[in-house]
Antibody, heavy 122, light 108 residues
Framework: QVQLAESGGGVVQPGSSLRLSCAAS????????MHWVRQPPGKGLEWVAV????????YYTDSVKGRFSISRDKSKNTLYLQMDTLRVEDTAIYYC???????????????WGQGTLVSVSS | DIVMTQSPATLSVSPGERATLSCRAS??????LAWYQQKPGQGPRLLIH???HRATGIPPRFSGSGSGTDFTLTISTLQSEDFAIYFC???????????FGQGTKVEI
């Protein structure tokens, strides 16, 4: 079965960096686009970034452009999110999510991890 | 940007009753609408995609309808495990505005 396991969250100060990882299993990683979605504690969901199944395209929500970078390692079946210049408003649970469309990206997410908490505070 | 608005914010129902949740888009998203269920401490679970197609393993008591700007998620007979928060999400205007609604909490 599909499993997504995020790691790398923690408590950091504003301006710091973190790298999140998402280990994927149970499906052919190289054929699905992968996303990061975040959720501030007790609030709603916000899509953050997507990397195409073949690594050729990546897109970000406006608030993280220039600060966050998504990447994937097909040899390790792992998705990453490099987060630089973190702000207080980046505090959230970060989920990785699998796109439901093979060899494309529909923007609907059929599997999600349990999330990893990033807390940015001085 | 497309804004998704869900109503009500909280829905109080009894087990065995029917629950009807609404989601409205600020402009047409065709049928590119998904519903997710989220329980405390868990990641969301896809229930419905394409406005009306149940995801794999989702029981038939969950149904979705609508197109364009107005959508509905119906839970025909609420079970105890259905008490959760439900989010709608449009994926028509991608990739920059994959937007979620603010959620509806279904409580006992």
């Amino acid at each position: 079965q599909v499993q997504l396991a995020e790691s790398g969250g923690g408590v950091v100060q504003p301006g710091s960096s973190l790298r999140l990882s998402c280990a994927a299993s149970g499906f052919t990683f190289s054929t699905y686009s992968m996303h990061w979605v975040r959720q501030p504690p007790g609030k709603g969901l916000e899509w953050v970034a997507v990397m195409w199944f073949d690594g050729t395209k990546e897109y970000y929500t406006d608030s993280v452009k220039g600060r966050f970078s998504i990447s994937r390692d097909k040899s390790k079946n792992t998705l990453y999110l490099q987060m630089d210049t973190l702000r207080v408003e980046d505090t959230a649970i970060y989920y990785c999510a699998k796109d439901m469309t093979i060899l494309g990206a529909s923007g609907a997410f059929d599997h999600w991890g349990q999330g990893t908490l990033v807390s940015v505070s001085s | 940007d497309i804004v998704m608005t869900q109503s009500p914010a909280t829905l109080s129902v009894s087990p065995g009753e029917r629950a009807t949740l609404s989601c409205r888009a600020s402009e047409s998203v065709s049928s590119n609408l998904a519903w997710y269920q989220q329980k405390p401490g868990q990641g969301p679970r896809l229930l419905i995609h394409g406005a009306s197609h149940r995801a794999t393993g989702i029981p038939p008591r969950f149904s979705g309808s609508g197109s364009g700007t107005d959508f509905t998620l119906t839970i025909s007979t609420l079970q105890s495990e259905d008490f959760a928060i439900y989010f709608c999400q449009q994926y028509n205007n991608w990739p920059l505005t994959w937007a979620f609604g603010q959620g509806t909490k279904v409580e006992i």
